[in-house]
Nanobody
Framework: QVQLVESGGGLVQAGGSLRLSCANSGRTFISYGMGWFRQAPGKEREFVAAIPWRGGTTYYADSVKGRFTISRDNTKNTVYLQMNSLKPEDTAVYYC?????????????????WGRGTQVTVSS
């Protein structure tokens, strides 16, 4: 069974950086790309960033553009989210997900497999 596992979350001060990783600990799977979503307490889960396994196109939510960078390591089937200049409003549980389509990588329904999330807390 596919099991995506996020790591790298934690507590960081505003303006600091954090790097999240997402890897598959279960069976091998095929997907078109990977994405990161986040959910803060009392809020809806929102899109953060996405990247296909092929090509160089990346996608970012307006709220994180210029601060976050999504990347991949195809040999390890691992994706990363480098988060710089973190703000308190970035505090959330961050989830990685594997998409089956690149029609709309910003939509949750595009993704079939999801990790259990990793907590990111940014203090002010």
């Amino acid at each position: 069974q596919v099991q995506l596992v996020e790591s790298g979350g934690g507590l960081v001060q505003a303006g600091g950086s954090l790097r999240l990783s997402c890897a598959n600990s279960g069976r091998t799977f095929i997907s078109y790309g990977m994405g990161w979503f986040r959910q803060a307490p009392g809020k809806e889960r929102e899109f953060v960033a996405a990247i296909p396994w092929r090509g160089g196109t990346t996608y970012y939510a307006d709220s994180v553009k210029g601060r976050f960078t999504i990347s991949r390591d195809n040999t390890k089937n691992t994706v990363y989210l480098q988060m710089n200049s973190l703000k308190p409003e970035d505090t959330a549980v961050y989830y990685c997900a594997a998409s089956m389509s690149v029609v709309d990588p910003t939509t949750q329904d595009t993704y079939r497999y999801w990790g259990r999330g990793t907590q990111v807390t940014v203090s002010s």
